[in-house]
T-cell receptor
């Protein structure tokens, strides 16, 4: 899996949009970008994933640059419950290939009341 | 069950003893992963099972660690002759497989070696 680079920590005011960046400059054409988060003392939780188009679901939006070398996870209206460590992962998408998820150090997001 | 189930949730063992940690994946999920997370650290990949393929054991830290997945469902992670540095939360995840499928994690087993 390609390596990712994320800032170690970020703060965001409650109610504002939280924008979490991720660099994945060595991503391959068949690798997806995944985001997970881990709230204290819980197992990681899937958020969203994408290949090259922007994606949106009930939790977040994922913006991937045209060259796919970086992406941004957007939490549109952050709440205190969004305080967590956010992991950006790139992963081969081919069926039958190794689907191992390799977690980096992530970004510790703190939502400020 | 609705999610990935791990047991026990907590385990305290004496140094040198063997332990077995169990993971019940979501029904129908062909892929199963084990990770461990030491206090304040990130997730360390241990082993990955996909269907009938040979497992990816590249993350197992030593030959004291082994894992099985019987009948393509339940998995057991075994640690022999436990050491204090084995103390961590051991997390299991499962997915439908196919590369694009998201993985769902259990709540983990907190292992403490005293």
């Amino acid at each position: 899996d390609a390596k990712t680079t994320q800032p170690p920590s970020m703060d965001c005011a409650e109610g504002r949009a939280a924008n979490l960046p991720c660099n994945h400059s060595t991503i391959s054409g068949n690798e997806y970008v995944y985001w997970y988060r881990q709230i204290h003392s819980q197992g990681p939780q899937y958020i969203i994933h994408g290949l090259k188009n922007n994606e949106t679901n009930e939790m977040a939006s994922l913006i991937i640059t045209e060259d796919r070398k970086s992406s941004t996870l957007i939490l549109p209206h952050a709440t205190l419950r969004d305080t967590a460590v956010y992991y950006c992962i790139v992963r081969v998408a081919s069926r039958g290939g190794n689907e191992k998820l390799t977690f980096g150090t992530g970004t510790r997001l703190t939502i400020i009341p | 069950g609705a999610g990935v189930s791990q047991s026990p949730s907590n385990k305290v063992t004496e140094k040198g003893k063997d332990v077995e940690l169990r993971c019940d994946p979501i029904s129908g999920h062909t892929a199963l992963y084990w990770y461990r997370q030491s206090l304040g650290q990130g997730l360390e990949f241990l082993i990955y099972f996909q269907g009938n393929s040979a497992p990816d054991k590249s993350g197992l830290p030593s030959d004291r660690f082994s894992a099985e997945r019987t009948g393509g469902s339940v998995s057991t992670l075994t640690i022999q002759r436990t050491q204090q540095e084995d103390s961590a939360v051991y997390l299991c995840a499962s997915s439908l497989g196919g590369g694009k499928a998201e993985a769902f994690f259990g709540q983990g087993t907190r292992l403490t070696v005293v």
